[in-house]
């Protein structure tokens, strides 16, 4: 549930966004042309995300698998990824209907979503998560074991590791995460420099609502908002 979000009031946001993505791109030597912006669709009804879509949000995400199910029909276009934890026997239910799972927090998690997409006929799209804070309460993990698990899923035959995800600690000044951000930028390329075989580091997923222009700033190219273009959700979630 969210409180009523007019079109005008998400036009604005997203207009205000832009500019910012606009701006913090410029800092880190880059363009807007460079960073994805994905919508986090939670507790945003269909007709809204529609909207979204229709005002040029090309990429959402949703963290539910159930949320995902009862929307995934009455959304038209825009690719779609899963951004929250995924229980094993989930994987099934959403291998066909998202191109890219960004949340892949543990090997056993990597080992079906691979058996999952080899019966489809697939190669599924992932992102490493990265428990950056090294928090007993996040998945991911830890940055000292992310290289070593990068080299086993890389194994995996219907896999594809695209980058890496992260949620920093819930910080009370937003500029608290600029150093888990610049942590995760330099994981991302020792990684990317080591080249390793069947996976690629493009994408480097980090940044909502209160901190995407410092993760921008930081390095990220793909940011998760959901607050910033719909409003507060009355319910977390
Ligand atoms: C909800 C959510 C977001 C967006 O959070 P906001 O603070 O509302 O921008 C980003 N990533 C994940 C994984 C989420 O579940």
């Known amino acids: 549930m969210m409180e009523k979000l007019s079109a005008k009031e998400f036009d604005a946001n997203f207009l205000a966004i832009t500019e910012n993505i606009k701006n913090a791109a410029k800092k880190s030597g880059r363009s ?16 809204t995300i529609n909207y979204a879509i229709g005002k040029g949000i090309s990429y959402i995400g949703e963290n539910k698998v159930q949320e995902l199910l009862s929307k995934d029909d009455g959304v038209i276009g825009a690719h779609r990824h899963f951004i929250g934890h995924l229980q094993t026997n989930k994987v099934k239910d959403i291998i066909s209907r998202v191109e890219m799972i960004e949340s892949v927090d543990s090997l056993k998690l990597a080992k079906e979503i691979s058996k999952q997409a080899e019966k489809c006929g697939k190669f599924m799209e992932i992102l490493i998560e990265v428990n950056i804070g090294g928090e007993e309460s996040k998945w991911g993990f830890v940055p000292e074991n992310t290289l070593e ?11 594809k590791i695209k980058g890496l995800m992260a949620i920093p600690p819930v910080c009370e000044n937003s500029e608290e995460n600029r150093n888990y951000f610049r942590k995760m930028y330099k994981l991302f390329i020792d990684i990317r420099d080591k080249n390793i075989d069947n996976s690629s580091m493009d ?19 793909l940011i998760r908002l959901g607050t910033a273009l719909f409003g507060r959700r009355i319910y977390k979630i």
Request: glycine share 4%; hydrophobic share 50%.
């Open 149 to 159: 698990a990068i080299e086993e899923i890389t194994k995996l035959p219907n896999i």
């Open 203 to 221: 994408i480097l997923s980090m940044g909502m609502s209160d901190d995407y222009k410092i993760a921008i700033e930081e390095g990220a190219n």
């Open 32 to 47: 807007a042309d460079d960073i994805i912006l994905l919508a986090a669709t939670k507790t945003v009804d269909v007709d």
